[in-house]
């Protein structure tokens, strides 16, 4: 599918009422709903599935066979291995859907921030917020906030160590550290970790 701005195969389906930035790739069998909003440069593997009011910032990686719900945002440069499950509904019920019946509860909003990895085939649910360049590990359950530059394992998921943005592991000496490979320096209190500029 030609457009102007970016670069669909054609058994994609993009509904009319769909923002999808310049330069985005989108592969076979995907679908994005009137009103997801797609950032610039980002590459939607085959078979993903993006709804109405689903957020994709720039950069953004999706690889095969996955779906972002209404409610779900990824921010710029979020990397999502292959099927990995987004949620949105905590207590779901085929016999009495959200948008119908209110009283029984709503969806609930899911927000994945700057620079965060998901492994192939983990879980995150809904309510909850993965910190920036944060990296939760294959086949993990995700189930409470995700700390910035944490690495998660496990079901559930369980906090193992830090990792710099360039992708490797931190190690903190008297709660500082500098990284080996690309030299930005951190600074940890806890389990929060900040870049020092």
Known sequence: MENANYWAHKTVEVQKGAKIGKGTKIWHNSQVLKGAIIGENCMIGHNCFISFNARLGNGVKLESNIDIWDLVVLEDHVFVGPSVVFTNDLTPRAEYPKLKFSKYGKWLPLLIKEGASMGA???????????????????????????????????????????????NKINFQKNKSICKICKKSYNKKRNNVQRLK
Not at 123 to 150: E, L, Q, R
């Open 121 to 167: 085939n983990a879980t995150v649910i809904c309510g909850i917020t993965v910190g920036k360049w944060a990296m939760i590990g294959a086949g993990a359950v995700v189930t409470k906030n995700v700390p910035d530059y944490a690495v998660l394992v496990g079901n559930p998921a369980k906090i193992i160590g830090f990792m710099c943005e360039c992708g």
